[in-house]
């Protein structure tokens, strides 16, 4: 359905449940559904409904991109540069090309294409090779003979500033414009390998910091924390002559289709993406990646399906990552509680890629006249990062939050009351409240003031990310005469339980329960769904699914209406029936209606409309909308002195999502954004040997997650905040569960021992050398 550009006045429920729920008054356009009521006026919407695929999961039933296998199939390897420099010379492929069970090779890194022939990082693709097996394929790659000339290289993100570093690319070669940890426009100067700075700022810094009573100023850094998907990144290539098809383990179906049919030349018609089940992306499975396009051209060459699936190895290396990031923050404020300036130059490395920005949580959390930015990209020969689970925003809040807590002391002030006078958003305001009452705020104590050599602290942080919509987003519902019902669309599930929320709010529609409604995702065969990434896949497409269930619902009611001699206006879809509003005997079930269909199934397609109260900024793409969530955390921690063993012992995590669909899903995935935080703040570190540019542990053995014996009792508090902005109203979690946890655990660190750690990750060692036990690490 269009909109026709019609818009009908309607008033919606506005507010945060329990603290001031109110009603605002929207324009809406008129062929979308009137508005939802508070979720505890709803019967599926807004219950905590376990995830649909929840067993085929657990049960191994569920077909991952890994376990497609079609027949003919040949298995794809890549050959990586073990050098982190090097310019190929030449490269000899003729042993491989006649071991037998080669079909397909591919030299990436060709020695007569000047660009191409240059590796900057060590795992960076060189060649591949399409054979028979995994073995075979890889039998293979040792046969190909690689002359390399080594070139200078620099793995570290501070000698990599130094004027006197080997230069990782000359002004032609280099990247610009990528802008995961926005803001990284294009046109940026580049000097050795410093790209920068995007300045950003407004009223005068400087002059607010010479108005200040007090300044807390503090360097920061932040490690390069890897994506670690359960599932690795895998794709099945299908060329064939009438179209391509792709099985991806991908986060958004649509744009790899998108891209496939711009790299190969093919019309959008003939592209086919298809993903079932997913472990996972965290910003690293966005787009196609050159394993992608390599896996696409060898099944091209060698008419046969291919598939790729990365190991350990090469998902730790050469997947994306989470940049590293130097930042020194300024904040200047008065003894009257305000600020007056905030003051922050950074330094981040994603890499041989761009996007290593921190943000904008230290520019938009806190209400603050003078603000200046200076964000620098420097460029190392490591692999390049990307977006992962709120890209910029985690390492800004590293610094943001500890400084406020630092000029909280400063001021001799509560951190929450600080909060209270700085922090503008009534909803952070309620999320501080409620989360301080379930911790029990009131037993924290002085700084350090335990005594033994176990110390406990308590601590807390905030969030700030986009309410991210894409209304490039669309739905299809049907219904056949045998009144079974299906959602379709090509929006991807990626494990947040997307298919979940799109039967929920169907049912709520139809007035059917969540499993009658049959799930059709993950295949650019359905109408064009948004990415599963900016935390944007909720609020994209759950308001097309009700506007689409809605038209087919008015489509029953007309059928309906005259067998039951009422007027369409009069009935109501509820328990299973079609009925007359009040009386109950009045009507027939929902199987009955769907009998009187003129034709077998009818159906139809919505697509995401702008938000109802407009969007209040605009990104870089106009299809993108943005605006605010919240989010506060808090932790508390026991800190061994004597061993420097940080334990998180529980954390309360209060999120705001717009109108929660699944309470139990935002809880399963504010707890995920909960583990990868405290991950991040205590054990994740991706190492680089600077002698080779070699990652000395791409594994998960040294490579150190957080797992069960280091998880903390987390208690998720979801609040229900009204926007008045769409037909379900609901935002995604994904990303601002990710945000505060580390600087909470930190801040509740310095509550436990005095001392502050600007540094990730909180190792032992980091701790005992800030306790002054042993010597700082250079
Ligand atoms: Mo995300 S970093 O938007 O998957």
């Known amino acids: 359905m269009m909109a026709n550009g019609e818009t009908r006045s309607a008033k919606f429920p506005f507010g945060i449940a329990g603290a001031g729920l109110g009603e605002v008054e929207r324009d809406v356009p008129s062929d979308e559904p009137p508005p939802l009521p508070p979720n505890a006026e709803l019967t599926v919407i807004g219950r905590p409904i376990p995830r649909q695929n929840g067993r085929e999961k657990v049960t191994g039933a569920t077909r991952f991109t890994v376990d497609v296998s079609l027949p003919g199939m040949l298995h794809g390897r890549i050959l990586r540069s073990p050098m982190p420099h090097a310019q190929i010379r030449a490269i000899d492929v003729s042993a491989a090309a006649r071991h037998p069970g080669v079909s397909a090779i591919l030299v990436v890194a060709r020695p007569d294409d000047a660009a191409a022939a240059i590796v900057r990082y060590v795992g960076a693709p060189v060649a591949a090779v399409a054979a028979v097996s995994v073995s075979a394929a890889e039998e293979a790659l040792r046969l190909i003979r690689v002359d390399y000339k080594p070139l200078p290289f620099v793995v570290d993100l501070d000698a990599a500033r130094e004027p006197t570093a080997p230069p990782v690319y000359d002004a032609a070669s280099a990247p610009r414009g990528y802008a995961a940890g926005f803001p990284a426009p294009r046109g940026l100067p580049l000097a050795g390998n410093v790209r920068g700075p995007a300045i950003s700022k407004r009223g005068d810094a400087a002059q607010g910091l010479a108005q200040a009573d007090i300044v807390v100023e503090g360097e920061y850094r932040t490690q390069v924390q890897t994506h670690c998907c359960l599932e690795p990144h895998a794709i099945v290539a299908d060329w064939r002559a009438d179209g391509l098809t792709v099985h991806m383990s991908t986060q958004f179906t649509a744009g790899v289709r998108h891209e496939l049919a711009e790299e190969f030349g093919l019309p959008l018609s003939r592209v086919r993406v298809i993903v079932d089940g997913m472990g996972g992306g965290f910003g690293s499975k966005s787009s196609l990646g050159s394993y992608g396009r390599i896996a696409v051209a060898m099944s091209r060459q060698a008419k046969a399906p291919v598939r790729i699936i990365f190991d350990r190895q090469e998902e730790q290396m050469d997947a994306g990552n989470r940049p590293g990031t130097w930042q020194r923050l300024r904040i200047g404020a008065r003894r009257d509680v305000s600020l007056t300036a905030i003051s922050l130059v950074s330094y981040g490395t994603a890499g041989v890629g761009l996007g290593a920005g921190i943000g904008n949580v230290a520019e938009a959390m806190y209400a603050c006249p003078n603000f200046e ?347 229900e905040n009204y926007q008045a902005n769409s037909a379900t109203d609901a935002y995604g979690i994904a990303e601002p569960s990710n945000i505060a946890t580390a600087p909470a655990i930190a801040n509740a660190v310095f509550n436990a021992i005095g001392v502050r750690l600007r540094a990730l990750p909180m190792t032992p060692a980091s701790v005992l050398a800030a306790l002054g036990k042993i010597p700082a690490r250079s």
């Open 373 to 719: 930015a200076a964000q620098h990209d420097v460029f190392i020969n490591a692999g390049p990062g990307c977006a992962m689970r709120a890209p910029g925003a985690v390492p800004g809040a590293w610094a943001v939050e500890q400084a406020i807590d630092d000029l909280a002391g400063l001021l001799s002030i509560d951190p929450l009351a600080l909060r209270d006078r700085i922090d503008p958003s009534p909803v952070r305001r309620e999320e501080r409240r409620r989360g301080a009452e379930r911790i029990g705020w009131g037993r924290r104590h002085a700084p350090g003031a335990d005594a033994g050599p176990v110390k406990r602290g308590l601590g807390m942080a905030q969030s700030l990310w986009g309410a991210n919509v894409q209304t490039n987003a669309a739905c299809e519902v049907r219904v056949m005469r045998d009144g079974s019902v299906e959602v379709l669309s090509s929006v991807q599930d990626i494990g947040t339980g997307t298919g979940t929320v799109l039967a929920q709010v169907v049912a709520e529609v139809l007035g059917l329960r969540p499993e009658a409604i049959t799930v059709r995702i993950g295949d650019t065969e359905f109408p064009a769904g948004p990415p599963s990434y900016g935390s944007r896949a909720t609020a994209s497409i759950t308001p097309p699914a009700r506007t689409a269930a809605w038209h087919v619902l008015q489509a029953l009611f007309r059928e309906a209406a005259p067998v039951l001699d009422t007027a369409v206006e009069t009935l109501v879809a509820r328990g299973g029936r079609i009925e007359v509003r009040g009386k109950p005997s009045h009507g027939m079930s929902f199987a009955d209606a769907a009998a009187h269909l003129r034709t077998d199934r009818v159906g139809a397609v919505a697509a995401r409309s702008d938000d109802y109260g407009g969007f209040r900024r605009r990104m870089e793409d106009a299809a993108l909308a943005h605006q605010d969530l919240g989010g506060v955390q808090f932790a508390e921690v026991a800190v061994d002195t004597e061993t420097g063993i940080v334990r998180v012992e529980r954390v309360v995590a209060v999120q705001d999502c717009g109108r929660p669909i699944n309470p139990l899903q935002i809880e399963s995935q504010v707890q995920g954004g909960v583990l990868m935080g405290l991950s991040y703040a205590l054990f994740e570190n991706r190492i680089l040997d600077q002698h080779t540019g070699r990652m000395v542990n791409p594994d998960l053995e040294q490579y150190k997650l957080a797992g069960a014996r280091e998880t903390p009792t987390i208690d998720v508090i979801v609040l």
